[in-house]
């Protein structure tokens, strides 16, 4: 049968958090061979996801890992400050390492945040992947789009304006990888102390990945199916005023 698609996707409380999941849950349930493992940036798991999840409808794994309070992002910190899910993606590759059997489970490992947008036909194109299949990103690095540039359907340069140099200048999105580099490479993880932007460069360098392994998706890089869209910051400034105009807020018991 098909490789399984193993969909890693560190989440975290914030008010926009069921939103960003029921939005991305309803792209997954149209998606076959798929297993969610879903991993909140928490002490333990919330009453919030592990519902959402039990309903989800995909099949799906929770975990949670919290981030340790000094790498924490604050609620006001500019977004690009710390590292995020680092330590989510980890909890999910050991998950990875202990429960899935490198002989018999076949599949791809692809790092999906929360709040992209995923089309269905990006699915197809990672779902056989040798070793690591690449493709553009949309609305991503101050730019329409970064991508890997194709010639003679080889990856031989990168359309990225933010530090091109980096040895693989793409975003998360961008990328899915065969799950046998974790069992080749077991002590392939992510890290808190790399660089800005060097999260991505370094999972692939430490899974073996070299530039002409790259299988470039999407006819050659040429067409845009995922995108790194961001969930706007809702302002609950009445939910004070509200207080004091009526003496209480929203009511705590209503999930949102
Ligand atoms: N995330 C997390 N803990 C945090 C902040 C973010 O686990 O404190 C998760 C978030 O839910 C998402 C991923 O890490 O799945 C990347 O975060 P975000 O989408 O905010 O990053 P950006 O859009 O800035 O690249
Ligand atoms: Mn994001």
Known sequence: HSPTIYMVTPTHTHPEQKANLVRLSHTLLHVKNIHWIVIEDSVSKTVLVSKFLQNSGVKNTHLAALTPHEIKMKYNDPTWLKPK?????????????????????????????????????IFQEMRNTKKATVWPVGLVGGLRYEKPIVKDGKV????????????????????????????????????NEVPRGFLES?????????????????????????????????????????IKRQGQGSDPNIEV
């Open 202 to 242: 370094t999972i692939l360098e430490q899974l073996n990945v070299k530039m002409e392994d790259l299988e470039p998706r999407a006819e050659n890089c040429s067409k845009v199916l995922v995108w790194h869209t961001r969930t706007e910051k809702t302002k609950l400034k009445n939910e004070q005023l509200m």
């Open 156 to 191: 031989t340069g990168w359309f990225t304006y933010w530090k091109p140099n980096r040895p693989f200048p793409m975003d998360m999105a961008g990328f899915a990888v065969n799950v046998n580099l974790f069992f080749n490479n077991p002590d392939a993880r992510f890290s």
């Open 85 to 121: 899910g680092v330590l989510q993606r980890n909890a999910a590759l050991r998950w990875i390492r202990e429960n899935l059997n490198p002989n018999t489970d076949n599949g791809v490992v692809y790092f999906a945040d929360d709040d992209n947008t995923y089309s269905l036909e």
